[in-house]
Nanobody, 120 residues
Framework: QVQLVESGGGLVQAGGSLRLSCAASGRTFTYAAMAWFRQTQGKEREFVAAVSRSGVRNSVKDRFTISRDNAKNTLYLQMNSLKPEDTAVYYC?????????????????WGQGTQVTVSS
């Protein structure tokens, strides 16, 4: 059974940093595309970044960095210079088609999410 578990969220002041982690289990993720999305109440899930063997796509590349450790089956999101508008629930997602995609429907598996709150 595939499971994705996010951690690392919390409350931080504007300008601060957080590193999110997503621990994957139940299957080998080496060849999977993995992504971060975020969602605020009343809005659709928004693409943040994705990584796979085919490449990287990042919508916040000036402040966020996505990376993965395949040996640990773990995905990371380093978030720097955080702004109040980054406040959201952040979700980890995976697709075994292996191609990065910014559309949420392309991902088969999702974590439960971790809350990130940035205060001004």
């Amino acid at each position: 059974q595939v499971q994705l578990v996010e951690s690392g969220g919390g409350l931080v002041q504007a300008g601060g940093s957080l590193r999110l982690s997503c621990a994957a289990s139940g299957r080998t993720f080496t060849y999977a595309a993995m992504a971060w999305f975020r969602q605020t109440q009343g809005k659709e899930r928004e693409f943040v970044a994705a990584v796979s063997r085919s490449g990287v796509r990042n919508s916040v590349k000036d402040r966020f960095t996505i990376s993965r450790d395949n040996a640990k089956n773990t995905l990371y999101l380093q978030m720097n210079s955080l702004k109040p508008e980054d406040t959201a629930v952040y979700y980890c997602a995976a697709n075994f088609g292996g191609y990065v995609d910014s559309e949420s429907h392309a991902y088969e598996y999702w974590g439960q999410g971790t809350q990130v709150t940035v205060s001004s």
